[in-house]
């Protein structure tokens, strides 16, 4: 199938056309890269408060949000799908871990251990959980991700919202709050260390693993997956079952960093995640995406989100912002891979 070169294609390609393809992908990274530097130099002259730790931790902690989203969205967009329910299951998560430790354990405070363990391992499954479902859903049951995702999208907030009556779950113990505010040296909160591993981890899982390569193939020509004997329906059910339960690591961080579990939280975290990745260079198309260029992306978003609040920019013209970046981005995107159909 004549269509988008992927990292799989690096693999098994003469000599000179890995050092092409790879050279190509330094470029790609190099050039989002600078993107990001030019936004934090400009915000840098404008405002003086952008380049101080206060600044640094608010940012960081946008970021660490929507990366861990991000990160789990290029799996899925690499394997040519698309989940929209991110942002809604983090709601929900938060919220249903909130409500388990208020709910089994009322009157828990201090530093209780159960009642924490027990909370974040429930916010991690409503992860895992709605993630399965949507793996299913997309490989077994044949329906497009964009419908099944949307419907799960809905499903979340619906069920977030009933939990408590739409108002937000803070009968939970002091030490979570500690935990999601903790900050190593005064500059680096926990939660970006934690997710700084994980998207490295990630990194590795994409770039160098059969997984990270099936993902890949997938989004790339599904066909030709199967012909060749790979089962990809389990593989989609992973993918999005890594998306479900980064989505639910995502909210446990946030509902520690805020001290209670919010419905509302992740509601416009679905767009800047995805918006992250295909800024970062991966392809709507499937078959093309780095965690780094995930990462270059997230950062560009955050460093959008907190400096226009520091200019003075209505908050409202956030999600504009983002929107407007996102059709660039995808018609970018749509420009390269009419011009590889080309070749």
């Not at 098994?12 to 050039?31: E, K, N, Q």
């Not at 066909?223 to 989505?247: K, M």
Request: charged fraction near 10%; aromatic fraction near 8%.
């Amino acid at each position: 199938m004549a269509g988008v070169r992927t990292e799989v294609e690096a693999a098994t390609a003469p000599a000179h056309r890995r050092l092409l393809l790879r050279g190509h992908a330094v470029i790609r990274d190099l050039w989002i890269g600078g993107v990001l530097l030019a936004l934090i130099v400009a915000f840098s002259i404008d405002s003086p408060y952008f380049l101080t730790r206060a600044n640094w931790l608010n940012t960081s902690s946008t970021g660490t949000e929507v990366l861990l989203l991000a990160v789990g969205e290029t799996f899925v967009i690499c394997s040519g799908g698309i989940d929209l329910s991110v942002g809604a299951v983090l709601g929900f998560g938060g919220t249903f871990g909130a409500w388990v430790m208020a709910t089994v354990f009322p009157g828990a405070a201090g530093s209780a251990v159960g009642p924490v363990v027990l909370g974040f391992a429930a916010a991690v499954a409503a992860g895992i959980a709605f993630g399965a479902v949507n793996g299913l859903l997309i490989a077994w049951a044949g329906i497009p991700p964009f419908v099944v995702t949307l419907g799960t999208l809905g499903i979340a907030s619906g069920l977030a919202l009933l939990l408590n009556n739409g108002q937000e779950i803070s009968a939970i113990p002091a030490s979570v709050t500690t935990f999601g505010n903790k900050n190593l040296g005064g500059w680096v909160p926990l939660p970006v260390l934690i997710t700084a591993v994980i998207a490295i981890w990630c990194g590795l899982l994409l770039a160098r693993t059969r997984f990270g390569a099936y993902a890949l193939s997938i989004g790339d020509s599904r066909e030709a997956v199967v012909r060749a004997g790979i089962n990809d329906r389990r593989y989609l059910l992973e993918i999005y079952t890594l998306s479900g339960l980064l989505a639910g690591v995502a909210a446990v961080l946030v509902m520690a960093r805020l001290g209670a579990g919010n419905p509302t939280s992740g509601a416009t975290d679905n767009l800047n995640a995805i918006a992250a990745v295909v800024i970062g260079g991966a392809s709507l198309f499937g078959g093309r995406g780095t965690i780094i260029g995930s990462v270059i992306g997230t950062g560009i978003i955050a460093v959008l989100l907190t400096g226009l609040v520091l200019v003075n920019v209505p908050p409202f013209w956030q999600e504009v912002a983002v929107g407007a970046i996102l059709i660039v981005a995808v018609y970018i995107d749509q420009l390269r891979h009419r011009k590889a159909i080309r070749r």
